[in-house]
T-cell receptor, first 112, second 116 residues
């Protein structure tokens, strides 16, 4: 059974700092890995999708990497801003239907 | 593009009643839709996977007779919580995807259910 872990559960940084959010998973037989953003009481916004054959994806100030063999992914946020404050969820897709298994998320607070 | 809507956004009901939640893909055809449940400060837990025109596949521990899922068209799936109890109070989120498993899932905004 796939398990996804995100540590720490919460993180507070000053504005402008570059930061890395970590995600680990137990079963390396994945289809893909996604990073999502969730604002309080809201749904999910997909940030980056990495296929199992890829090593990284970039979108603006965000860069996500995938090391399938070690079961790890990182989300790098450059020059953090208060608007980046949210919960960041990592999810891995496994199985024929590529159903997603989510981590508990990291709640990020960027202080002005 | 790739917008998924849910209706209602929140609902309060009495214990014992049934509640229907709709999930629509607005600008694409969703061959597969997923239903998740999220308790406070917890992660999303997959409840079931539904493919258009066929019966839903439920995850272990999810009662199929309590959480009825219908995926009658390529743009609409419904989740009906039957005989709701206070412990069913949660945030229900759907997602939709085109036919290819490698493609991303697009998530709806969620429905908050409170059972009194």
């Amino acid at each position: 059974k796939q398990e996804v872990t995100q540590i720490p559960a919460a993180l507070s940084v000053p504005e402008g700092e570059n930061l890395v959010l970590n995600c680990s998973f137990t079963d390396s037989a994945i289809y893909n890995l996604q990073w999502f953003r969730q604002d309080p009481g809201k749904g999910l916004t997909s940030l980056l999708l990495i296929q199992s054959s890829q090593r990284e994806q970039t979108s603006g100030r965000l860069n996500a990497s995938l090391d399938k063999s070690s079961g790890r992914s990182t989300l790098y946020i450059a020059a953090s801003q208060p608007g980046d404050s949210a919960t960041y969820l990592c999810a891995v897709g496994t199985g024929a239907n590529s159903k997603l298994t989510f981590g508990k998320g990291i709640t990020l607070s960027v202080r002005p | 593009g790739a917008v998924v809507s849910q209706h209602p956004s929140w609902v309060i009901c009495k214990s014992g009643t049934s509640v229907k939640i709709e999930c629509r893909s607005l600008d694409f055809q969703a061959t597969t839709m997923f239903w998740y449940r999220q308790f406070p400060k917890q992660s999303l837990m997959l409840m079931a996977t539904s493919n258009e025109g066929s019966k839903a596949t439920y995850e272990q521990g999810v009662e199929k007779d309590k959480f009825l899922i219908n995926h009658a068209s390529l743009t609409l799936s419904t989740l009906t919580v039957t005989s709701a109890h206070p412990e069913d109070s949660s945030f229900y989120i759907c997602s939709a995807r085109t036919g290819l498993a490698k493609e991303t899932q697009y998530f709806g905004p969620g429905t908050r259910l409170l059972v009194l």
